[in-house]
């Protein structure tokens, strides 16, 4: 008579035991639903890693097209620092200009590196009214109480640029006064470039009393003594330095 082996009847019954949960899992929704959109999910899928691709070539145009516009920065800037005190070539220097303004607003990050240079040169071309929007913004960007003072140097700078003395010369008298609140211990080399502007302006302006009072001060004040050989050096234009200008004015007001 035949047997059934102990082993057939095992396997026999783990896979009655197993039916069930096959079965189970197979009549799942999920795995219904999975079944049925097996070719959306697909494009899904291939959609993903197409967006993941167009992104990717979105971030390094990006990043080129940054690039380019760091590169192309930097030789405008340098061919309008060699043409912008040209007046034949003014036209190509106002093109050049409108181009690194443009730059510099779609790239905040380039103004910290060409505001300050281009006003300057502004300034020096006698460009006061282009100048005067960059400076301002400048000051915008680097507001600390720090820089106040020197803020207050520039702004009178533009006065004098314009030709507005007196405006330049109550400007320079604030300055003077905020700084001598400090009693010398901060911003030394501004208070004596301060001064001999001060006197300059004096001296346009024919006003000889106030003009001897500022020369004596910046020659017999000890605390600046030191920021004065400073400045002498600053202003020293072949033979002659502000020492001696100094002297040759205070003669000339004593005649």
């Given amino acids: 008579m035949n047997k059934s082996s102990p082993t ?7 896979q009655t035991k197993r039916l069930p949960m096959y079965e189970e899992w197979t009549s799942h929704p999920l795995i219904d639903w999975l079944s ?9 899928f291939l959609g ?34 060699q043409i912008s005190d040209n007046p034949t070539t003014s036209s190509a220097a106002e093109d050049d200009l409108a181009l690194l303004q443009t730059l510099m607003e779609r790239h905040p990050d380039l103004k ?3 505001q300050g240079p281009i006003a300057q040169t502004l300034l020096i071309t006698g460009q006061v009214v282009q100048a005067e929007p960059l400076i301002n913004d400048i000051f915008k960007r680097t ?10 140097f520039t702004n009178a700078s533009l006065f004098v ?13 604030q300055l003077k006064t905020a700084l001598d609140r400090l009693k010398g211990d901060a911003h030394p080399v501004l208070y004596v470039f301060n001064l001999v502007r001060l006197g300059l302006l004096y001296q346009q302006t024919g006003q000889t009393e106030a003009e001897r009072n500022i020369w004596k001060q910046l020659q017999n004040e000890p605390d600046i003594q030191k920021e004065l050989q ?14 001696q200008y100094i002297e040759e004015r205070k003669q000339a007001l004593k005649q």
Avoid: C, M
């Fill in 161 to 173: 640029a314009k030709g507005e003395y007196e405006k330049a010369i109550d400007a320079s008298l």
């Fill in 8 to 14: 057939a009847n095992s396997n026999s019954t783990t």
């Fill in 36 to 44: 049925e959109n097996k070719n959306l999910l697909l494009w899904v």
């Fill in 112 to 114: 910290p590196k060409y």
């Fill in 143 to 152: 507001n600390p109480d720090h820089l106040n003072h020197y803020r207050d």
């Fill in 230 to 243: 400073t400045v002498n050096g600053i202003l020293n234009v072949g033979q002659a330095n502000l020492s």
């Fill in 48 to 81: 993903l890693i197409a967006l993941l691709i167009i992104a990717s070539q979105i971030i390094n145009w990006r990043s080129l097209s940054n690039e380019k516009d760091y590169f192309q920065a930097e030789s405008t800037f340098t061919q309008y620092q």
